[in-house]
């Protein structure tokens, strides 16, 4: 599957980006806050990315970070949450106003997403609590680094079997052990496989 898109961002719109890739241009739908995020056009830009496939269609979501991605493939895990209501919880709040939410259970805040009312917003928090709330150290933790050292250990990692919030934590952990040393990714490999 297509796990990120790299090139020159040929379009962006509040919720669509075209990026170009070799002469093609991939059209992702995006949240709010990766709107936010992106830089203007002409520019290059990486997105991470998430396939999603019906029986009848193919869409591309695009994400300018790890958490904001994790938080998406969850969404979709909770019954009567889709694609576009998941991108609209990703638009109206930012991963770690929405773990937050979720782990005081903040039913208001959450009822104010649009698309989301007060059966949505009891489900959320029922399903997602164990798995976003409170988790200090989750995807969104650290936000993750998709260039230099610290992303090719991530995929690295990832080549090895790490899920990718797994990695990322994994390589935050590392690079938090070496304490302002400039590691190889070697080493965070190293460490992390130490320590995992």
Do not use: N
Not at 48 to 69: I, K, N, Q
Not at 71 to 97: E, H, T
Not at 125 to 140: C, I, Q, W, Y
Not at 148 to 173: C, H, N, P
């Amino acid at each position: 599957m297509i796990a990120y898109v790299e090139g020159s961002l040929s379009e962006k719109a509040i919720g669509r980006a075209i990026v170009d890739v070799g002469g093609v241009g991939y059209d992702l739908a995006i949240s709010l806050s990766t709107y936010e995020d992106l830089p203007r056009a002409g520019t290059r830009v990486r997105l991470l990315t998430l396939p999603y496939m019906r029986e009848d269609s193919m869409r591309l979501f695009g994400f300018s970070t790890e958490g904001e991605r994790e938080l998406f493939r969850l969404l979709l895990g909770v019954p009567g949450i889709g694609p576009k209501l998941a991108l609209s919880v990703l638009s109206a709040m930012r991963p770690p106003a929405f773990r937050s939410a979720i782990a005081a259970g903040d039913l208001a805040g959450l009822s104010r997403v649009p698309g989301i009312g007060k059966k949505s917003a009891e489900r959320l928090v029922v399903e997602l609590r164990g798995k976003v709330g409170g988790d200090e150290t989750g995807a969104e933790g650290v936000r993750v680094q998709t260039e230099g050292t610290a992303g090719e250990a991530r995929r690295a990692l990832e080549t090895l079997g790490f899920r990718t919030d797994q990695a990322s934590r994994a390589v935050a952990k590392a690079l938090s052990l070496r304490k302002g040393e400039e590691p190889t990714v070697e080493d965070l490999v190293r460490e992390a496989l130490a320590h995992a």
